[in-house]
């Protein structure tokens, strides 16, 4: 039975606890508001709860509502701008340092979940990216040359090994990184706001933010029901600003993706098609992205659209399985279909900053976001409780204008040009 709040998908439905914040009544007074109840909102609440800093939290839905409680699970270090991207704009010492900091970031995501024990397993290692074409020379290269500049720690895996794992004859080589992992979000989203309620912090469910205003030497966010006076402010609403800041709103766009949760299959038909554990994408621009969960069930998620609602997603994605393993035709039912959006800007890298004093944003983790969240919450933390400057690492990746509705328009074409050039080069 899914969740109370929630939309319908295999995650609220296997949730576990669902433990309901109440919805802000009256006004308070904290060090900091955060609005948001996503991982970035919530990772930076912890951050501040953990610098000594008061807390509340307001959420316009539920906690992990969006992305953060619904996105395929991927617990990878690095954004979504690849290494190649960071190391062209910034040079090798400032991305270096940027990569690094999702690579500590996934470090510490498994440490909350040991030492704060959140049920979100089960944790399984590694993620296998995968390669449609045939050019293991040009992928070793790659791999040689990320390991070296960033020590990401890939491993190449011939395509022996990898027709091993994923029988299909779609594939290739390809990029094992063992250090990435993957769980469910959902649980782990919960986990970490049962943790900064047990430490103080005041979290409100069903309270969206309608504004955000100078009060004096502090701020004011106003509520449906109550209100919150705090020293500084920080939005971490994603793509759901709703008319909150002007700016933030104009510096990204919505991008929408799919997943399907299949009905439990006979395991050892599973195996003779994805026989493996590890969390599996692959490296075209419009990639699948997939992995086995408990009870012989696959998710597979892909596909990008800006403003596209598909009644069928099932449909979709069930193509785009058989098209990887054609012998679960006939065998495979799906029983979950739901989409999410993504919040991206044109650089493809998080928004993290200072608008003025006080007023701070934490936003724009495109699809790429467990790692980053952490990153972005501890970053933000650090400024406000320590007055520490990481979080500028971001500032050549600002808040521009990302064109509005016409850039919207542009993206969908960039994106159908990309999606021409996966088919044309397989």
């Given at each position: 039975?899914?969740?109370?709040?929630?939309?319908?998908?295999?995650?609220?439905?296997?949730?576990?606890?669902?433990?309901?914040?109440?919805?802000?009544?009256?006004?308070?007074?904290?060090?900091?508001?955060?609005?948001?109840?996503?991982?970035?909102?919530?990772?930076?609440?912890?951050?501040?709860?953990?610098?000594?800093?008061?807390?509340?939290?307001?959420?316009?839905?539920?906690?992990?509502?969006?992305?953060?409680?619904?996105?395929?699970?991927?617990?990878?270090?690095?954004?979504?701008?690849?290494?190649?991207?960071?190391?062209?704009?910034?040079?090798?010492?400032?991305?270096?340092?940027?990569?690094?900091?999702?690579?500590?970031?996934?470090?510490?995501?498994?440490?909350?979940?040991?030492?704060?024990?959140?049920?979100?397993?089960?944790?399984?290692?590694?993620?296998?990216?995968?390669?449609?074409?045939?050019?293991?020379?040009?992928?070793?290269?790659?791999?040689?040359?990320?390991?070296?500049?960033?020590?990401?720690?890939?491993?190449?895996?011939?395509?022996?090994?990898?027709?091993?794992?994923?029988?299909?004859?779609?594939?290739?080589?390809?990029?094992?990184?063992?250090?990435?992992?993957?769980?469910?979000?959902?649980?782990?989203?919960?986990?970490?706001?049962?943790?900064?309620?047990?430490?103080?912090?005041?979290?409100?469910?069903?309270?969206?933010?309608?504004?955000?205003?100078?009060?004096?030497?502090?701020?004011?966010?106003?509520?449906?029901?109550?209100?919150?006076?705090?020293?500084?402010?920080?939005?971490?609403?994603?793509?759901?600003?709703?008319?909150?800041?002007?700016?933030?709103?104009?510096?990204?766009?919505?991008?929408?993706?799919?997943?399907?949760?299949?009905?439990?299959?006979?395991?050892?038909?599973?195996?003779?098609?994805?026989?493996?554990?590890?969390a599996i994408s692959d490296m075209r621009f419009c990639s699948d992205y997939?992995?086995?969960?408990?009870g012989n069930r696959v998710l597979w998620g892909g596909r990008v659209a800006?403003?596209?609602?598909?009644?069928?997603?099932?449909?979709?994605?069930?193509?785009?399985?058989?098209?990887?393993?054609?012998?679960?035709?006939?065998?495979?039912?799906?029983?979950?279909?739901?989409?999410?959006?993504?919040?991206?800007?044109?650089?493809?890298?998080?928004?993290?900053?200072?608008?003025?004093?006080?007023?701070?944003?934490?936003?724009?983790?495109?699809?790429?976001?467990?790692?980053?969240?952490?990153?972005?919450?501890?970053?933000?933390?650090?400024?406000?409780?320590?007055?520490?400057?990481?979080?500028?690492?971001?500032?050549?990746?600002?808040?521009?204008?990302?064109?509005?509705?016409?850039?919207?328009?542009?993206?969908?074409?960039?994106?159908?040009?990309?999606?021409?050039?996966?088919?044309?080069?397989?």
């Amino acid at each position: 039975m899914t969740a109370l709040g929630y939309i319908d998908n295999y995650y609220a439905d296997t949730l576990e606890k669902d433990k309901i914040y109440p919805e802000l009544g009256e006004t308070i007074y904290t060090d900091v508001c955060v609005v948001g109840g996503g991982l970035a909102g919530l990772n930076t609440a912890l951050g501040l709860i953990e610098r000594g800093k008061s807390v509340a939290l307001v959420e316009a839905k539920r906690i992990g509502w969006g992305g953060s409680g619904r996105n395929a699970g991927f617990v990878a270090k690095g954004y979504a701008a690849d290494e190649a991207a960071l190391l062209k704009k910034l040079g090798l010492e400032k991305a270096r340092r940027l990569v690094t900091l999702t690579q500590n970031a996934r470090k510490l995501i498994r440490q909350r979940i040991n030492g704060f024990n959140i049920n979100c397993g089960p944790l399984i290692e590694g993620v296998l990216t995968v390669s449609w074409k045939d050019n293991p020379q040009e992928l070793k290269d790659y791999i040689a040359e990320t390991n070296d500049n960033f020590n990401t720690g890939f491993e190449f895996w011939p395509r022996e090994k990898v027709r091993e794992h994923c029988r299909t004859e779609k594939y290739f080589d390809g990029l094992y990184s063992p250090q990435d992992y993957q769980f469910h979000p959902l649980r782990y989203v919960h986990g970490i706001a049962r943790v900064i309620a047990d430490k103080g912090g005041r979290l409100f469910e069903n309270s969206p933010a309608l504004s955000v205003t100078k009060d004096g030497g502090g701020w004011l966010v106003k509520t449906e029901k109550g209100s919150v006076k705090a020293q500084h402010v920080v939005l971490c609403c994603s793509i759901y600003l709703d008319g909150l800041d002007k700016k933030l709103a104009n510096a990204s766009f919505p991008v929408q993706t799919y997943i399907m949760v299949t009905k439990p299959m006979d395991g050892a038909l599973l195996e003779k098609s994805i026989n493996t554990r590890h969390a599996i994408s692959d490296m075209r621009f419009c990639s699948d992205y997939y992995r086995r969960l408990e009870g012989n069930r696959v998710l597979w998620g892909g596909r990008v659209a800006l403003w596209a609602n598909p009644s069928d997603i099932s449909g979709m994605m069930m193509q785009d399985m058989l098209k990887v393993y054609p012998q679960l035709a006939g065998h495979v039912q799906p029983e979950y279909q739901w989409s999410g959006l993504l919040c991206y800007a044109p650089h493809k890298m998080p928004q993290l900053g200072q608008i003025e004093p006080g007023y701070w944003y934490n936003t724009g983790f495109g699809g790429h976001g467990l790692a980053p969240t952490t990153v972005g919450g501890e970053l933000i933390a650090a400024a406000i409780a320590q007055g520490d400057d990481g979080y500028k690492a971001f500032e050549p990746f600002g808040i521009g204008y990302a064109g509005g509705k016409m850039g919207r328009y542009v993206a969908q074409l960039v994106y159908l040009w990309w999606r021409a050039r996966d088919y044309i080069s397989v």
